[in-house]
């Protein structure tokens, strides 16, 4: 069983629709990370969220621990934000320290 | 800052050679993580250093993978013996808190 799991795992959209990808974690964890990973293959840490909620630009991320799950939004999307989405989490226990976990990644291709 | 700078970009090799990744973090950063990424098993991390102390090795695939970071300024992933399973894309990306990733070496490993 993977301790984060992502859905959807591929998703096509139209230019300007309302995009929401989910992650869902099995851990207790410290922080969790929006990762965007663009086709040319490098990577940028969207968010890096412990609790509530984030804006940047037309990027949202909740998240809500109780759940153990986060959500990343895309509003008004565009062409460019095709890319895969990877949800991260950091889980810190006394027997294990720091763990990191990742999720297999949203494919997301927006038409235009 | 010109981010985290990792060397070489593509590396291609033979089985049984020894290979030594490159990274740079960012001036300031007290975090350095390498990861790796393939298509099977998507980003995994290997191990990650604070204070140049490493902290978490546990991802590292075996005692072919070796990781130093003598100053604050670099760090290198070593495979020694290099296999073919080894290939894939190697990140490295430092923090202080958010992360930021290198560019990704891609090794090939025949």
């Known amino acids: 069983k993977n301790e984060v799991e992502q859905s959807p795992q591929n998703l096509t959209a139209q230019e300007g629709e309302f995009i929401t990808i989910n992650c869902s974690y099995s851990?207790?964890?410290?922080?969790l990370h929006w990762l965007q990973q663009h086709p040319g293959g490098g990577i940028v840490s969207l968010f890096m969220?412990?609790?509530g909620k984030k804006k940047h630009g037309r990027l949202i991320a909740t998240i809500n621990i109780q759940e153990k799950h986060s959500s990343l939004h895309i509003t008004a999307s565009h062409p460019r934000d095709s890319a895969v989405y990877i949800c991260a989490v950091r889980s810190e226990s006394v027997a294990t320290g720091n763990q990191f976990y990742f999720g297999t990644g949203t494919s997301l291709t927006v038409i235009p | 800052d010109a981010g985290v700078i990792q060397s070489p970009r593509h590396e291609v090799t033979e089985m049984g050679q020894e290979v030594t990744l490159r990274c740079k973090p960012i001036?300031?950063?007290?975090?350095l993580f390498w990861y790796r990424q393939t298509m099977m098993r998507g980003l995994e991390l290997l191990i990650y250093?604070?204070?140049?102390?490493?902290?978490?090795d546990s991802g590292m695939p075996e005692d072919r993978f070796s990781a130093k970071m003598p100053n604050a300024s670099f760090s290198t992933l070593k495979i020694q013996p290099s296999e073919p399973r080894d290939s894939a894309v190697y990140f490295c990306?430092?923090?202080?808190?958010?992360?930021?990733f290198g560019p990704g070496t891609r090794l090939t490993v025949l």
């Open positions: 990306a430092s923090s202080n808190r958010e992360q930021f």
């Open positions: 969220l412990s609790s």
């Open positions: 250093f604070n204070n140049n102390v490493p902290i978490d």
């Open positions: 851990v207790g964890i410290s922080a």
């Open positions: 001036s300031g950063h007290d975090y």
